[in-house]
């Protein structure tokens, strides 16, 4: 393993995200929240341990799978380190567990939280508690490959380590070009949801922190009722829509723009999802129903119904009602959608719409072999013969899921909450969503863990976030190898 360029490509992340840092920082002066000196040294201390980093000279430049994994994983962790320094130097939040443990589900868009009053931060840490979404949204690596397109000659590889879904699409033949295309579609969307945001008389701080929220379906909000709080119905249709839309492979945007009209119409992942969006809208609208607050109101279930359907599939977490007082169906799918996800390829958690499409296809496969064992089956998605690899692939991930969340499910379950509290919290936590059910429902939250039950919860917001093998991968042996 070529430990060297690891550490040196390691470094130009933790560069990046020291400038990230002054973004806070200017906010914090303008509004003079008191807060800047924390960010001040935080950018001192990240800044020299990048620059000490990068200065590594390794003695190849060659970067294969293995270190794009290793790269990718130990960028995370420094990047959730450092990024803890401003809560944990300022001493708003004095454990640096739950330093960590905000940052972590910041940069992994997961949106679980430790703090019981989120209105208590200054305006500097809640602008860098949220910026953290945005950042980790379309991943910290990707920005850097956008930013320092010669990071290392095989980029592929850390694009393919740190993306969601089953494969990576390179749009354009070149990695960096690709990089700065698939920002320049997400800075282009987060314009235009903020814009949206004001048009709807949301004032320019909220916008901004409720813009990256949507934008990386991450979920911190500046509120303790969260959305709830701006009382603005057109706000929450223009979140709702902006969340789907961000939960969508962004390559369908790029194929929007050129006008790829015939690749979109084979594009049956995302035309599933909407499809799974509205369907699951009707059906939790009309289980509302009965409801007293929404009787005889059904365009008020209708919207409560929807923000909530795009904020739990997607993955956001943000709330606009109290979705853990609902009919038992209404819980039980939303469950459902918290582990379905949204695309492959978008800014979304989950097991992606993508994987359940396989492992359907998979299945009946393997019913068919029963009942002809020697005809040849192949599976096809849009209307192209899958690699066997991939299907491997896809299966491999979710039996490992499954394993982990069991495991950990285990481990939390030392603390002696309730199976709904304890398992909703791994679910939450794996596949980056933010509220789970009981204790860590959307009015909760997950300060009353234990530390090590915390650190549990960190490893799979991070597993969750890299799909498991590039975390995995350094706990082998085999990975040091020659």
Request: hydrophobic share 50%; proline share 3%.
């Amino acid at each position: 393993m070529n430990k060297r360029l690891i550490l040196k490509l390691a470094g130009s992340v933790l560069l990046v995200e020291a400038a990230l840092m002054f973004a806070p920082l200017i906010i914090s002066l303008i509004m003079r929240s008191g807060d800047w000196s924390a960010f001040a040294l935080s950018i001192a201390i990240t800044l020299a341990a990048g620059s000490g980093l990068s200065q590594v000279r390794p003695r190849d430049d060659t970067l294969s799978a293995r270190e794009g994994f290793a790269v990718v994983t130990l960028s995370w962790l420094f990047v959730s380190f450092c990024g803890a320094l401003p809560f944990f130097l300022s001493g708003a939040i004095p454990s640096l567990v739950d330093s960590v443990f905000e940052t972590v589900s910041g940069f992994t868009t997961t949106g679980a939280t430790i703090l019981t009053n989120v209105e208590g931060l200054t305006r500097g840490l809640l602008f860098w508690r949220s910026l953290t979404h945005w950042a980790g949204g379309m991943g910290v690596l990707v920005l850097s490959l956008a930013i320092i397109p010669k990071m290392g000659g095989r980029s592929i590889y850390l694009m393919r380590a740190e993306s969601s879904g089953p494969s990576t699409e390179k749009l354009v033949p070149r990695v960096g070009k690709t990089a700065k295309i698939l920002y320049q579609l997400y800075i282009g969307m987060s314009l235009i949801l903020m814009i949206a945001l004001l048009l709807c008389g949301v004032n320019w701080y909220d916008s901004l922190i409720h813009t990256f929220g949507a934008a990386g379906t991450g979920g911190f909000s500046n509120y303790n009722a969260s959305v709830a709080h701006l009382n603005n119905p057109a706000a929450e249709i223009v979140l709702g829509v902006f969340m789907v839309l961000f939960g969508v492979n962004f390559a369908v945007y790029y194929h929007v723009i050129h006008r790829n009209w015939s690749t979109l119409k084979q594009g049956s992942e995302w035309q599933l999802f909407l499809g799974i969006v509205a369907a699951s809208t009707l059906a939790v609208a009309f289980s509302i129903l009965r409801m007293p607050e929404f009787q005889g109101h059904f365009g008020r279930a209708l919207r409560a119904t929807f923000f909530q359907v795009s904020s739990i599939i997607t993955t956001t977490g943000y709330a606009t009602e109290d979705f853990n007082r609902w009919p038992q169906f209404s819980r039980t799918l939303l469950l459902v959608l918290m582990v379905i996800g949204g695309c492959a390829g978008s800014t979304a958690g989950g097991l992606k719409v993508i994987r359940i499409q396989v492992l359907f296809k998979s299945m009946a496969r393997d019913i068919r072999k029963t009942v002809h064992p020697r005809s040849v089956n192949v599976i096809k998605l849009d209307g192209r013969a899958l690699d066997e690899k991939l299907i491997s692939g896809v299966q491999g991930y979710f039996f490992a899921a499954m394993m982990l969340i069991i495991l950990s499910t285990l481990a939390v379950s030392l603390d002696n909450f309730d199976f709904e509290t304890s398992f909703t919290a791994v679910v939450a936590t794996f596949f980056n969503i933010g509220p789970g059910l009981s204790m860590v429902g959307p009015t909760g939250n997950f300060t009353a863990f234990s530390p090590a039950a915390k650190c549990v919860l960190i490893l799979c917001m991070l597993m969750g976030r890299l799909e498991i093998f590039p975390i995995l991968m350094l706990a082998a042996p085999s990975a040091y190898e020659k």
